[in-house]
């Protein structure tokens, strides 16, 4: 029997897209479904993005293109930079992929040796573990409770790093749980860094533009610029502009990390598509009202999903000001059945909240934290106020 790599035997699918798919067969079988469950925005881009991409589609050379990312596509993402904040970094610092999933994949490739060591604080997004276990990296989680809002604290850092310790994964703000670190708490995080000079760190600010209650965008280079040497900042168009499907991924970092991925992508996907980076070029480059009015909405959305939680007795949320999730410790319900079923953890809390009221969110545990699920709250307002109302139904019904 011939047998694949060993390496296969540690890839698994996504946990989030597992439950993804299980809400829309039962909805395509005509389910009164409401998903909570996958992180795609719920709207497009402005008009102009489409322009781009005809133009360009009309002037197709439909030859190969950079394997660094088009002159254009680097200078606007270096535009989108200046006006967050960075300033210093030229195109020898950038690179593009197939979307940050793939540049993560990628820098995870280059940097990571097998047996390596990467911090993950947890919750974490599920692929930086699933990407980790793949490349046979040693995964050091470092748990940052609800009780501590689910963020990464200075001490517990620098009592992590060992002299051995390759690479920390940070991410803000945080997918799942919409948690934005302050000023204070990136500059306390970067002096510890400060400290470690033999650490890489993977910034994966994807949700930057995703900000509320006018709260600024930190950054651990912004705080600590020599940080620039070894942390690189990860972005992408997905969930900014509403186009997860065009996979276009960024990053800015030191150049020699910027090389790998040109010398990665030289060797898979060699270019991202002229069609694709005229859309990305037009999305980074052009006006920002959507991004802008759909921030301002997705904050209205996220004091409704407070609001409905708070409501719960026993469910505690500490308050997302970033992305569009919610991530409830929802572990008062452990222990009760919904009839005759019993909820003794999350994955059971979910599955009967998605067979009894029709309502899909992902477990926790997906996202090394089984006491909470994850409510991501861009599905069509009155599905949002149905969803949430089936939500409370639910817990009011166990017993
Ligand atoms: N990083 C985080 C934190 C995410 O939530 C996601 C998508 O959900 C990604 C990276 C991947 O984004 P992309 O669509 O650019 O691959």
Redesign the pocket.
């Given at each position: 029997m011939l047998k694949l790599a060993q390496r296969m035997s540690r890839a698994k699918p996504s946990a989030?897209m597992v439950i993804a798919e299980k809400a829309k067969k039962l909805k395509a079988a005509g389910g009164d479904i409401i998903s909570f469950s996958i992180?795609v925005p719920n709207f497009l881009p402005g008009e102009h993005v489409y322009a781009a991409a005809h133009e360009a589609l009309k002037h197709d050379s439909g030859q190969y293109g950079s394997n660094r990312g088009s002159d254009a596509l680097l200078d606007a993402f270096l535009k989108h930079l200046r006006e967050g904040g960075f300033e210093g970094y030229e195109r020898k610092h950038l690179a593009s992929g197939?979307?940050?999933?793939?540049?993560?994949f990628n820098l995870m490739y280059a940097l990571l040796d097998e047996g390596d060591e990467i911090l993950i604080p947890t919750p974490y997004?599920t692929?930086y573990v699933d990407i980790a276990e793949i490349l046979g990296a040693k995964i050091t989680l470092l748990p940052c409770p609800p009780e501590q809002n689910y963020k990464l604290t200075p001490a517990q850092l620098e009592a992590a790093i060992k002299p051995t310790t390759k690479l920390l994964l940070f991410?803000n703000p945080?997918?799942p749980t919409g948690m934005v670190y302050t000023p204070d708490e990136i500059k306390a995080i970067a002096d510890v860094l400060a400290k470690h000079p033999n650490l890489w760190v993977l910034s994966?600010d994807?949700?930057n533009r995703m900000i509320f209650d006018g709260l600024p965008y930190a950054h651990l280079v912004k705080a600590r610029p020599e940080l620039r040497d070894r942390v690189v900042i990860?972005d992408?168009?997905?969930?900014t502009y509403g186009m997860?499907g065009w996979?276009?991924?960024l990053i800015a970092g030191p150049e020699s990390v910027a090389l790998a991925m040109v010398t990665l992508n030289s060797n898979h996907i060699t270019n991202l598509p002229e069609v694709v980076t005229a859309a990305a070029v037009a999305a980074l480059g052009g006006p920002q009202d959507v991004p802008k009015q759909k921030n301002a909405d997705f904050a209205k959305r996220r004091d409704e999903v407070m609001a409905a939680l708070n409501a719960i007795p026993g469910v505690r949320c500490p308050r997302p000001q970033g992305?569009f999730y919610a991530f409830p410790d929802i572990s008062v319900a452990f222990g009760k059945k919904h009839g005759a079923t019993p909820v003794n953890n999350d994955v059971d809390f979910c599955n009967a909240l998605l067979e009894v009221k029709g309502v899909a969110c992902v477990p926790g545990s997906a996202f090394g934290e089984p006491r909470a699920i994850r409510i991501s709250y861009t599905c069509k307002p009155a599905e949002l106020t149905d969803g949430l109302k089936r939500l409370q139904a639910f817990f009011s019904e166990l017993k």
């Open positions: 989030i992180g197939v979307g940050a999933k793939q540049v993560l997004w692929s991410n945080s997918n994966d994807i949700y990860i992408s168009i997905s969930k997860p996979r276009v991924g992305a």
